[in-house]
């Protein structure tokens, strides 16, 4: 049974700190998602990420995919109010047919 | 373009009973996954339909069972509620594309009593 796990669980960090999330998983995949989600919302993506090496980013954002590590990791950049959220990891086992989640990661940034 | 449309918003029930959420895919989606996410943790899969039928399913009872019509618009019937089925349900579409991205929807609160 795939397992996913992130940490930290919560992390609470000032504005303009740079900061790590990571995520393990259990079983060879080579498609992992990234996505927040705001209170009471849904799920936004942020990233996909393909293939083994791969690195993508989006303003304060960096998230890449070891896949031989069984890790990807979210990097934040000089982090800023805005980007307080839930952070959640996804792997996918089986081409789009199965997404399994980490437990989340609930970020706060203070000012 | 339209996204991932879901309905109701919120909905509460009473134990034992049944529910039925809709969800309506994204414009030119064809595959319609379910989630579960109880408070606090991350969405757990239900089970994903395409044309029309129940191609995977997760770790979840007989009660959960669901429709996909011609449309790719999708039903999430539960039967016999329990308390523990209270949970933001979420609806994922997505279509033949190389990266398999799935598209959430806003989600059904429903809380059972």
């Known amino acids: 049974e795939l397992k996913v796990e992130q940490n930290p669980l919560f992390l609470s960090m000032q504005e303009g700190k740079n900061y790590t999330i990571y995520c393990n998983y259990s079983t060879t995949s080579d498609r992992l998602y990234w996505y927040r989600q705001d209170p009471g919302k849904s799920l936004e993506s942020l990233f996909v990420?393909?293939?083994?090496?791969a690195v993508k980013q989006e303003g304060r954002l960096m998230a890449s995919l070891d896949t031989k590590a069984r890790l990807s990791t979210l990097h934040i950049t000089a982090a800023v109010h805005d980007l307080s959220a839930t952070y959640f990891c996804a792997v996918d086992m089986r081409a789009g047919n199965m997404l399994t989640f980490g437990g989340g990661t609930r970020l706060m940034v203070k000012p | 373009d339209a996204g991932v449309t879901q309905s109701p918003t919120h909905l509460i029930k009473t134990r034992g009973q049944q529910v039925t959420l809709r969800c309506s895919p994204k414009s030119g989606h064809d595959t319609v996954s379910w989630y579960q996410q109880a408070l606090g943790q991350g969405p757990q899969f239900i089970f994903q339909y395409y044309e029309e039928e129940e191609r995977q399913r997760g770790n979840f009872p007989d009660r959960f069972s669901g429709h996909q019509f011609p449309n790719y618009s999708s039903e999430l019937n539960v039967n016999a509620l329990l308390l523990g089925d209270s949970a933001l349900y979420l609806c994922?579409?997505?279509?033949?594309?190389?990266?398999?991205?799935?598209?959430f929807g806003p989600g059904t609160r429903l809380t059972v009593t």
């Open positions: 994922a579409s997505r279509g033949p594309t190389k990266n398999y991205e799935q598209y």
């Open positions: 990420l393909l293939s083994n090496g």
